[in-house]
Every structure is written in structure tokens, then in C-alpha cells.
């Protein structure tokens, strides 16, 4: 794995090395080398990193309240990431707590999930 993948990305080079080339999906090594490096298409790392890295922003409507399912249905966040990441902090406070599901305005999930860290783990 080259330092050419991590500068085309902008990630660290153990970034790719320990998380992203661990992926299932990762394409497999062209049949020649440069010295001790693996070479990759990078056309097929490209389609790789926008079906697993790169997050799309969800199109939320800034003023619409969503619960937990309905965030994990639009962006692929789980409700139980959504109930661990409140329980660390790293989620805020519910924007409605009248019914039984808290809901969140829109607004409030673009402005985390804008914070979030890219694909961390395997799918």
C-alpha cells in the first residue's frame, strides 16, 4: 500500500494499511509491485472509498423532526450507534422528548453527522 493512496484520499497511510485495506471490499492488488509496495487500481480504490468511505450527506429537512429509526433508515446510522453515541456524549439531547421515541430536528442530525468520522470498522 503505497503513500499515493493516502495522498489521493487525504488519510494517513495507516489508515489504509489497518482499517480501510482490512474491508472486505477492498480491491484486490494489481499483479506487479514497486519494491515491498502492493499496487491498486485507482479507479477501483476510488469506487471503494465512495461506496464505504465517503459519507453522502442525507437530505434531511432542516425543520422536520426524525426518530432514531427513521436517521438510520436516511443515513445508514443506527439507532443503537445513535443510543451509544447520546450515552458518550458524542450524540446530543433529543430536540422533542413529548412522545415516546425522542426526535431530533433535522438541522441537528446534518450538524453531527457533518462532525462524524468517516468508516472506522467493518461492515
Known sequence: MGPEIAARHGRAEPTIRNQ????PEWPA???SQR???LLFDPAAVGRFVAANVDRQAADLEPRRLYTAREIETLTGI???TIRADRSKGRWPAADDTTGRAHRW???????VLAGRRPYRGRK
Do not use: E, Q, S
Open 35 to 37: 519494491g515491498k509496495f
Open 29 to 31: 492488488p494489481l499483479p
Open 20 to 23: 480501510w485495506a482490512r474491508h
Open 105 to 111: 430536528y433535522g438541522a441537528t442530525v446534518t450538524g
Open 78 to 80: 443506527t439507532a443503537a
